[in-house]
């Protein structure tokens, strides 16, 4: 039963600090994602946990029991890094057989379940190879069952996709989920790609500059992100920047560039300045020119596939993505004048942030 | 005006053809993506048109004119090679200079010209920082504006985004396009990233063993892909095994294991022949209630299920034992759908296509991608 905590953790590097009082739970079973930009401390926070790195204040404990000063052959986890390192030696099978082996377990034991791991990745066929015979999503399995044949419940994940490519990603990702979620274990999974965390986790852990700002299911960060680089750096948003009139019960009424934006949202009370969120998905953009408030012109359009990207250029001077499925049959061309609409429960807001919103939502 | 041909260009190391008799023509102000998984020859084909490595067979021709024995430095193209080696000695503002002050002209210019280079790629408040104080990012952004300095107007880039954080990447690529087109760039981007293909590209070519299989704009590579290994490639599918049980001239019928049957447009394969049947996995609907008036209404369970933001994606298992993938727009997902219910999958005839099974098998090609 791993459940994981963290409490108050800090880890400092002479004056850098790259995780400040971290406090986390993880629960039995559960996969969490780890994600932030380069630097965040999510790889310093992933290897306190697998005890790669000594915690400089606050406890770590796996299962409940304090494991501070337990050396990391015994805190039972299985490990995968994005560099993986295959023994070139070894072929699959015995890659994938060596933690058992070392640990003296009987030898029927520890081939069923070598076998049962290399079934699982679907790479029983090829465990007579030699890493370099493999691919690159092939060695990621291989380091995969390797870390899943200790035994260990406790997976922990540093960029385990990282080196591959996007399309390999996309398919070994719902792999990884359902393997975790098959053999019943408890998975932290550190990665920069906020996609990727989306489609594997249970919830995800934001950090930025050593801190955690956020933790939620994906749908949570997506649709209600509690702040604006959350907003930012999960999906695609787009931002106005305006000034809270007047607030009643069920709708906030922001002034954007003299022009009237209305949110199901209630701004906090303490400051006028207000930026109001909302994903290109819910903007609307209407051929049919009325008398609405907004107006604007395509100025480009993008085929990405399943979606239909367009950037508008308000007459206000602000730019707005909308996004359409292709499969709808709404299409604009380039110079098309539009209104747009900007449905009031999908309309986020937030006040103005003292660095100013570009500082905030920095990701460099 | 700088265009691009390649004409018949093979490369080999030692027995095997990283370029394999490839041909390819790249006109004036393009911006052409080569995309392909590792291994398919990609930065090979961007070396050889840069001129550091020299073809073993064919002509490269830059703007009309032959170049295989022209040395790099005299066939006026910006190289930014994925490893891009900054000189990690030098402020940015001269690691952008290097170029512009090899050809001689005054400091002024050169002066001038590395700053506008840099406030295109937006690190002009950088200037006089080192390499080593700059992210992964902004180090990229420097290796482009010292590209984009040396005057050069055939701009190739490998992996230009590569070693960036997913979210920056996003970013970025819209700036690298704007780049180009503010220049009037000819430029050749290499990736293995099919989104950032189809964002940036006027025209994608797709390459795999060294031979281009397909090109064309992103939405003629998407929509009428040529194989499975395309479609699975750009875009992704559902991919179901069956064969020819009937055909008419509607269309043809094509049974799944389990016995299920499944009405296609299609008609070009003959009855008893071994099909892949191929379709978009936001093609796929996922229903709660059987339509009786609809064909290809597959029963199945929901076995798991993940939000991507634009969509959510169900999985989901068919009688048969088959999964298909249905991706729901998000601002369309309306009925609460959750694991373990059972649904039924909803596969239009025209959206299905179909593609002979391959002599390898099926897992083969997809797993090349």
Request: charged content about 25%.
């Amino acid at each position: 039963m791993p459940s994981v905590r963290l409490v108050n953790l800090t880890k400092t590097y002479r004056e850098v600090v790259a995780a400040e009082n971290i406090n986390l739970e993880v629960k039995d079973k559960e996969y969490v994602s780890i994600i932030g930009p380069s630097g965040c401390g999510k790889t310093t926070l992933i290897k306190c946990i697998a005890g790669l790195i000594e915690p400089s204040e606050g406890e770590i404990y796996i299962d409940e029991k304090l494991v501070n000063n337990v050396p990391i052959q015994d805190r039972a986890i299985g490990y995968v890094f994005q560099e993986i390192a295959l023994f070139p030696h070894m072929n699959v099978y015995d890659n994938v057989s060596y933690g058992p082996t070392v640990k003296g377990w009987n030898p029927a034991r520890t081939r069923s379940l070598a076998e049962e791991m290399l079934n699982m990745v679907a790479l029983r066929d090829r465990m007579r190879d030699y890493p370099d015979e493999l691919s690159g999503g092939a060695r990621q399995k291989t380091a995969v069952a390797r870390a899943l044949s200790s035994g260990s419940l406790l997976l922990l994940l540093d960029e385990p996709l990282g080196a591959l490519d996007a399309k390999v990603r996309a398919v070994l990702r719902h792999e990884l989920r359902r393997m975790v979620k098959d053999l019943g274990l408890t998975a932290i999974h550190v990665t920069h790609d906020q996609e990727e965390a989306m489609a594997i986790s249970d919830r995800i852990v934001v950090m930025k500059a050593g801190k955690i700002i956020e933790v939620g299911t994906p749908l949570e960060l997506y649709l209600h992100p509690s702040n604006l680089f959350t907003a930012n750096f999960v999906g695609e948003t787009n931002f106005l920047i305006g000034e809270s009139v007047k607030s009643t019960g069920k709708e906030s009424t922001i002034k954007v560039k003299g022009k009237i934006l209305r949110s199901l949202r209630r701004p906090s009370l303490e400051k006028r300045e207000i930026v109001a969120a909302i994903r290109p998905e819910f903007v609307i953009t209407e051929r049919h020119l009325k008398k609405t408030m907004w107006k604007g012109k395509i100025e480009n359009k993008v085929f990405v596939g399943s979606i239909v990207r367009y950037q508008v250029l308000m007459d206000t001077g602000e730019s707005i993505v909308a996004k359409y499925p292709a499969v709808t049959n709404r299409r604009f061309d380039v110079g098309d004048e539009v209104n747009l609409i900007f449905p009031p429960q999908h309309v986020l807001l937030y006040p103005y942030p003292e660095a100013g919103l570009e500082k905030e939502i920095s990701i460099e | 005006m700088p265009t691009v041909r390649l004409v018949n260009v093979t490369k080999r190391f030692g027995n095997s053809r990283a370029i394999n008799n490839l041909n390819l023509e790249i006109r004036d102000g393009e911006y052409v993506c080569i995309l392909g998984p590792t291994g398919s020859g990609k930065t090979t084909l961007l070396r050889l048109i840069a001129g550091v490595t020299k073809p073993d067979e064919g002509e490269i021709y830059i703007d009309s004119k032959l170049v295989n024995d022209v040395p790099p430095q005299d066939r006026d193209v910006a190289y930014v090679p994925q490893q891009y080696a900054l000189f990690p000695h030098l402020r940015v503002i001269d690691n952008v200079a290097f170029g512009p002050s090899s050809k001689g002209l005054s400091r002024s210019e050169v002066a001038q010209i590395s700053m506008q280079m840099l406030e295109m790629t937006r690190l002009a408040w950088r200037a006089n920082s080192f390499p080593g104080e700059l992210s992964g990012g902004m180090q990229q952004r420097v290796a482009l504006a010292r590209g984009l300095a040396s005057g050069a107007s055939l701009l190739l880039l490998d992996e230009p985004l590569g070693a960036l954080d997913a979210r920056l990447r996003v970013e970025l690529r819209y700036r690298l396009r704007e780049l180009a087109q503010e220049n009037n760039l000819t430029t050749i981007h290499v990736t293995h990233d099919q989104e950032e293909a189809m964002i940036v590209a006027d025209r994608i070519a797709v390459l795999r063993n060294g031979q281009i299989q397909q090109e064309g704009t992103p939405i003629s590579v998407y929509n009428q892909p040529k194989s499975i290994f395309i479609t699975n490639f750009v875009g992704g599918a559902n991919f179901l095994d069956g064969f020819v049980a009937e055909r008419n001239l509607e269309g043809s019928l094509v049974e799944l294991r389990g016995q299920i049957r499944v009405l296609i447009k299609q008609n070009s394969y003959a009855v008893g022949e071994r099909v892949v049947l191929a379709i978009r996995e936001e093609l796929s609907g996922i229903i709660k209630d059987r339509d009786v008036g609809e064909v290809n209404i597959l029963r199945g369970t929901v076995e798991a299920m993940s939000f991507l933001g634009d969509f959510m994606s169900y999985r989901v298992l068919l009688e048969n034992g088959d999964t298909v993938d249905c991706r729901v727009p998000t601002v369309m997902n309306s009925e609460k759908i959750s694991i373990g219910e059972e649904v039924f999958v909803h596969l239009k005839p025209q959206d299905i296509k179909l593609y002979p099974y391959p002599p390898a098998g099926l897992y083969k090609d997809l797993e090349a991608a």
